[in-house]
């Protein structure tokens, strides 16, 4: 950032507004008044907070371009480079991802825009980190396979934008709807190095307490990282007492916070928000068990009187079920003063392709109705003239209450109406999703009142009715660190701590199969668009409901095959045969088999085998030597670039030399030449192979075989004892892949050397099996010690899991998946880079007008 720009400036290149005295604070400190121009060309502190602002004030841009704003910083000390370099936007419900997607899209655009018009002042670094964001970011994290590769990239800048379950799986070590390989890079990459912001707390149930608790570990001396991670939470109603937990304890003085200043208040662009009205009144319809059966259709008669054409009503329900019921009894009643075309249905039981109408429609302009669940409480940037929302929680009230007359032009005419519930008791399922006491503090609050806007609201109090919720503890964490899964191929079921417990979902894709005829290996992996959350309640009455054993599938990764399913576990992926039904088009997720999905087709890759490296069968022929140069040099730039220690740098240069000695088995070596395809050299060592992959290319008895398993053994067998980080080097070439991490114990199927049953085996690799020399390497011939596999120390000292446990406790979890992810992101782009060269030299016409991204 040049020294003459003002922080009021970059905003307004930004967003085309002018920013409110809070988003001034909140960019450059505490001392920023807009009063005073020099205060605005300052940067604050990034550290964790509180933002307690009103529905309608732009909290979004706040956040983003106060972290652009910082980004843009010069390398002079305690400017932005200080900020995290990744920028992690975690949202209750995916209908809100996109929303923020195409806002973030806008900004940078913009800020490039103004910046080559001379309008704002941009360093050249400046404008690199814009150009990069531009052309990878924002990355969406909503399940499905994911055409970016922002986790190669660590040293550059990202916006990464999910829902809580996308991204808290993977600050758990346990990423939804993603290769369980990758798990640890993102573990790593999440907890490292980032700004977390946690928008709209008020829906994020169990996910809260877990994002405080995280920032709790993330802050542990002993746990230190590479580089700060800290926590913005955003709410329009936060509840201060839900942050305070046994790993997070409230500061002496309070939390720290960013709120409106009484003089804030009556500044223009806030003063029409504040003082804008919003009449409420209780409607005559009530639900209880008397109305229910024909609730829909009263409903959608009293939306169709109350609507005045040209106008938008926003109707929230409290259930999915319910909004698809109005939503069809409405579609009914369609006639000459209502379009059944301007009629949208939105909640978060929709595939991404299938909302995309529905979502447009919400943001349009003019005549329109929308039948909603809470997926609009929160984040959606829409004014309605009417309002009509059944009752719920104070906190989901207000959320609900400030999409209508949101900027305050609507003062004559908004309006809104609230519908009561009326259950028998707290066992009542008219209550859910919430409980019956939370209703009743709903009903106390907004009975009385006549306006409902902000500043009639101001002076409201409603206490939360305290709930008991899992805590994941720092035990907890450690044991996520391991990610190999159980005998039955099961893992640590994390889903208590990612959402409340009638919250968790699972995520359904379908596809057409004939009557006899299954998904096999190469079944092509979902795409994001094809994926639909259900509730796992909701998924288990589907499957419960269909002939055994069920047309549902899941991916095995212990088989390398899709197996069907008899029960439903949180945060899985299950593909469904379509003629099962279960999902409408228009309606979303309904559970009937009448509903019936239409496929979609994908071209995306199948899932990643357990003794597949994708890279490896590459169809070119390259040297071990070569390959290992490559990555060593990937290495070095990588390292450089985020100015890593001393120690941690020789560290992972030896581990870079090190990482793939395992290729030089005989037996990899022989797997690689199984095909048509033959190299020049003809007893040389090769990394990649020419020959398309074949499952059957590696010996039966070899099946699985772990070369990076086998490189770390070698390299124990091989380095002296007294090496420096002579373990955290064995544990960085075993992980390279995310197959060989904590454990070593062998596969189901293996079955060892059958000359031999009491030889020593796992993941292909047999105890005593003898490497050649490798060059620049292994100098000469090593044999593998597999007893490190067995529990206990023994002759060769402590266990491989003693080692690896030790490691994790030492360095902390999150240190170490770092440095794991460091090694892996260099070979990926040495990979990476040599796919290319060898395209550029089969094709050079197709990429002489081309430059590579691949190295910044």
Known sequence: MSDGAQFDAFFRAATGNEPYRYQCRLACGPAADLGVPESLKSHAICESQLINIPTGLGKTAAVVVAWLWNRMGETTPGLGKEWPRRL??????????????????????????????????????????????????????????????????????????????????????RGYGMSRYRWPMHFGLLNNDCLWVMDETQLMGVGLETSAQMDGFRHFVE????????????????????????????????????????????????????????????????????????????????IAAKHRAGTMTLVVVNRVTRAREVYAALKKLCGSSINPERIALIHSRFRPMDRARHTQLLFAEGDRIVIATQAVEAGVDVSARLLITELAPWSSLVQRIGRCNRRGELNQAAEVLWIDIQAKDEKDELVLPYAAEELKKGREAIQGLQDVGPQSLSGVRVSETPVIRPVIRRRDLLDLFDTTPDICGQDIDISRYIRDGEDNDVQFFWRAFSENSEPTNAEPAPCREELCRVSIGDAQKFLNKQARPARVWEWNSLEDCWQKVDRIRPGAVYLVDASLGGYDDDLGWTGEPKSKPTPRSTETGQGEFHDQDQNTFARYWLSLEEHTNNVVRAMVRLAEALQTGALDRATLGVAALWHDVGKAHPEFQKALRCGPCQPDDREGLYAKSENPYNPKAMAKERRGFRHELASALAWLSAAPVNANERDLIAFLIAAHHGKVRLSIRSLPEEKGDPANPERLFARGVWDRDILPSVPGAMNQKTEIDLRLMQMGDGEKGPSWLAKTTELRDRLGPMRLAYLEMLLRAADMRASSQEAREFAEQAAPSAYQNQTSTLEP
């Open 223 to 302: 746990w230190s990282n590479g580089g700060s991670c800290p926590t913005w939470w955003m709410s329009a109603t936060l509840d201060e007492s839900r942050f305070a937990t046994v790993d997070h304890k409230e500061p002496q003085n309070g939390w720290k916070k960013i709120e409106l200043e009484a003089a804030e208040r009556a500044t223009p662009g806030v003063s029409e928000r504040f003082e804008s009205k919003k009449p409420a009144e209780q409607g005559s319809l009530i639900l209880n068990s008397e109305t229910k059966k024909g609730y829909a259709a009263e409903l959608a008669k009293l």
């Open 88 to 173: 992690v936007y975690c949202l209750p419900m995916r209908t809100l991802v996109e929303q923020t997607r195409d806002e973030v899209n806008k900004w940078i655009e913009n800020l490039l825009k103004a910046a080559a018009m001379g309008q704002i002042s941009l360093s050249n670094g400046a404008i690199d980190e814009l150009r990069w964001l531009k052309e990878h970011s924002p990355v969406i994290l909503m399940g499905g396979e994911e055409s970016t590769d922002w986790d190669v990239y660590p040293e550059r800048p990202a916006i990464l934008i999910g829902t809580q379950d996308m991204l808290l799986s993977r600050a758990l070590n």
